[in-house]
């Protein structure tokens, strides 16, 4: 178990937990389709939905493509995918269970007009699949995808706005060291794990052009944050610990907080474009 949820996304119990939790809060269905709208998809013959899980992003993407058009949503975790296939059925969708980095062996080299990516990009290995990325994009085709604010070194909005009290995540942490006599673990190396401009960098590196930035602000409910702090692959804190501990202190941290109260998920937007020749 990782802060940022590397591994566990093969897991039933994280796959149900994950579906129930985009179905019933708005956060990954509206981050999906604001990627969406950024792709300009209108003319979208083959998009593809990168590490698209349940097919959140993919429903999306379905919304603004042409009748004509064919989407192929890629993940490597067969349990995310496997409620996918029996929920979001569309004659234009198809499922690949792949790693991303391995997506240029799946789609026709140039075949690709928009390639998709929410909230995976971090998970990845991104040099690899900025690479992969590049080799299937038509030149021109845009790679639109977002970085969780913490991974992509942005401000804390809610830190920086002088919230009242403690985060929901802080209470876990506190009721962890109290019980459990928990500390969290060393952070390997230093600083955020993908800032705008290693993936520039990153990007740039593999023949892709960065065309756009924005940092959104998502405004959620301290409900939906324990929502989502109860699906396993997320749920705090880090370390040794059974599921069910977890969540014993999530609902004592929660029972300390207005469930109404409101907080702010940061992300960082980026929209790149495949040039036309590599450098
Ligand atoms: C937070 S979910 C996002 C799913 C979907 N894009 C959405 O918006 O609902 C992250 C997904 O990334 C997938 N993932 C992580 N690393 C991956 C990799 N290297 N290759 C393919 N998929 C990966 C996980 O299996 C998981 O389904």
Not at 80 to 96: C, E, F, K, N
Request: glycine share 8%.
């Amino acid at each position: 178990m990782t802060p940022d949820a590397l591994t566990g996304w093969d897991e039933e119990t994280t796959a149900e937990a994950y579906a129930a939790f985009a179905r019933a809060w708005p956060m990954y269905g509206d981050t999906s389709h604001d990627l969406a709208r950024r792709a300009g998809l209108v003319d979208g013959r083959l998009v593809v939905d990168l590490c698209g899980g349940t097919g959140v992003t993919a429903g999306a993407i379905l919304e603004r493509v042409p009748a004509h058009a064919r989407v192929l949503s890629l993940d490597n975790a067969a349990a995310m995918q496997r409620i996918g296939r029996r929920t979001l059925r569309d004659p234009r969708l198809s499922w690949v269970t792949a790693s991303a980095e391995t997506l240029a062996a799946h789609v026709p080299a140039r075949g690709v007009d928009a390639v998709v990516c929410n909230s995976g990009l971090w998970k990845t290995d991104v040099p690899a699949v900025a690479a992969a990325v590049r080799r299937v994009l038509r030149p021109g085709g845009r790679f639109v995808f977002n970085i969780g604010g913490g991974f992509a070194g942005l401000t804390d909005p809610n830190v920086s706005a002088g919230r009242a009290g403690p985060s929901l995540d802080a209470l876990i942490h506190q009721i962890a060291a109290r019980d459990h006599g928990y500390s969290p673990s060393p952070r390997t190396g230093s600083g955020p794990k993908l800032p705008l401009a290693t993936v520039t960098r990153h990007l740039s590196e593999a023949g892709l052009t960065v065309t756009g930035t924005v940092v959104k602000d998502q405004l959620t409910t301290v409900a939906e944050r324990k929502a989502w702090l109860s699906i396993p692959v997320f749920a705090r804190p880090d370390g040794d610990f059974t599921h069910a501990q977890r969540m014993r202190m999530l609902e004592e941290a929660s029972a300390r907080t207005d469930p109404d109260a409101t907080t702010v998920t940061r992300w960082l937007v980026v929209t790149a474009q495949r040039r036309a020749k590599a450098r």
